[in-house]
């Protein structure tokens, strides 16, 4: 079955430290991004990556970095400079950047 | 600046109509998204519209008012299960989208 998987659904850390969120896709898109939802808020986005090998930084990028060495995969590094990294992360892809997003299904880190 | 507005909570009975309204302000417009949102769930894709008008889903259809900066979300024949929060989002010149921050629909029996 084709889609898109993110890892682990509940992620735990101690200020500080540095976490990674996995994203991989087999749907074959191009587009992939990383948004952020908080309680009572849109979704933000972090990064997106329309090719391999190029990202570009969303609204609230920083405290975050992100990869894209393969295709299939778009990992987030939640990095100790991010204030308030306590939220629910969203990783999504697309055909292209005119089409309708596929979401997995959301990483929920808590920093302690 | 760029905005979306929707209502944040509305409450239906299972088997009527609801009609979630969405209004956007954007730097240009590619079109507006509706996805459908279960508490602590991935968001689903439901329709998208570019041109102004009505388009129909099985129970769902959306409608577009460009010139209002308006849409509309319509669900008949609810059930239960559509209990979710609804998320609209305006894609702007860039082909960036621009999130609500969803309303949560609450069906009862």
């Known amino acids: 079955d084709g889609g898109i998987t993110q890892s682990p659904k509940y992620l735990f850390r101690k200020e500080g430290q540095n976490v990674t969120l996995s994203c991989e896709q087999n749907l074959n898109h191009d587009a992939m991004y990383w948004y952020r939802q908080d309680p009572g808020q849109g979704l933000r986005l972090i990064y997106y990556?329309?090719?391999?090998?190029?990202?570009q930084k969303g609204d609230i990028a920083e405290g975050y970095s992100v990869s894209r060495e393969k295709k299939e995969s778009f990992p987030l590094t939640v990095t100790s400079a991010q204030k308030n990294p306590t939220a629910f992360y969203l990783c999504?892809?697309?055909?292209?950047?005119?089409?309708?997003?596929?979401f997995g299904q959301g990483t929920r880190l808590t920093v302690v | 600046g760029q905005n979306i507005d929707q209502p944040t909570e509305m409450t239906a009975t299972e088997g009527a109509i609801v009609q979630i309204n969405c209004t956007y302000q954007t730097s240009g417009f590619n079109g507006l998204f509706w996805y459908q949102q279960h508490a602590g769930e991935a968001p689903t894709f439901l329709s998208y519209n570019v041109l102004d008008g009505l388009e129909e889903k099985g129970r769902f259809s959306s409608f577009l008012s460009r010139s209002k900066g308006y849409s509309y979300l319509l669900l008949k024949e609810l059930q239960m299960k559509d209990s979710a929060s609804y998320l609209c989002?305006?894609?702007?010149?860039?082909?960036?989208?621009?999130w609500g921050a969803g309303t949560k629909l609450i069906i009862k029996p």
């Open positions: 989002a305006a894609m702007d010149s860039n082909y960036q989208l621009i």
């Open positions: 990556s329309q090719i391999v090998n190029d990202f």
């Open positions: 999504a892809s697309s055909i292209g950047d005119r089409s309708e997003a596929f």
